[in-house]
């Protein structure tokens, strides 16, 4: 069984002698011995009447200043041991120690796939589509779509506003838009150097001559 603590000394106010030194001798010294026994020994003796009214007023004092000392004690107990035990980060004001805390559930790597899911079929609002006609009239508004989710995908924090985030990677510059051609298949064939000699023979890729 652990050995009770000895308090040795205790705090005696003004006020105790100012409310004991009138009373007869007798009282006077059972008051006395009441607070000291009380202050060092924490017990309490037998008191009536004038003395009994005394030593109420006075024992809260007394009493809180003990549990000031117990506390005091303890605290020199913990550091002998190397200090009192940490509580885990995190852990609640109060709470005993060695009380399990529950880690709190964490949403970011659920959030991040269901941000990629709506990557995968985001469409462009019409508010979207007006910025790029402003800022680029005649980019093909598919392609940049397709290059602002590739780079989507690849951001470690998904967009909170997908078209958002969209309108500010083109005012930017990071998604770069691709010219659309008003040209039918036909003009660009028209267009295109023959693969053909004045003769009908297949120019060869290696072939320098010249087509007369």
């Not at 017990?43 to 006075?58: E, R």
């Not at 009192?84 to 109060?94: K, L, Q």
């Not at 910025?131 to 093909?140: F, G, I, M, Q, R």
């Not at 500010?168 to 036909?186: C, H, L």
Request: glycine share 6%.
């Amino acid at each position: 069984m652990p050995k009770k603590p000895q308090k040795d000394s205790l705090i005696f106010y003004r006020s105790f002698y100012e409310a004991i030194h009138e009373l007869e001798d007798e009282d006077r010294l059972k008051v006395y011995d009441a607070i000291c026994l009380f202050g060092l020994n924490h017990q309490s003796i037998k008191l009536d009447k004038i003395p009994k009214a005394i030593f109420t007023l006075i024992k809260p004092q007394l009493e809180a200043n003990y549990k000031k000392w117990i506390k005091g004690y303890r605290g020199k107990e913990y550091g002998k041991l190397g200090g009192r035990p940490n509580n885990p980060i995190g852990t609640p004001i109060g709470t005993p120690i060695g009380t399990p805390i529950e880690t709190p559930k964490v949403e970011g790597r659920r959030n991040k796939v269901e941000g990629r899911k709506n990557i995968d079929i985001y469409t462009p609002n019409p508010t979207s589509i007006n910025t790029v006609k402003e800022l680029h009239p005649n980019a093909d508004i598919d392609l940049l779509v397709e290059d602002f989710k590739d780079q989507a995908r690849n951001r470690d924090k998904p967009f909170k506003d997908l078209d958002s985030g969209f309108r500010n990677y083109v005012r930017k510059g990071w998604v770069k838009p691709v010219e659309k051609t008003e040209k039918s298949f036909a003009q660009i064939a028209h267009e295109s150097p023959s693969p053909w000699d004045k003769d009908g023979n297949v120019i060869m890729l290696n072939q320098k001559r010249a087509i007369q």
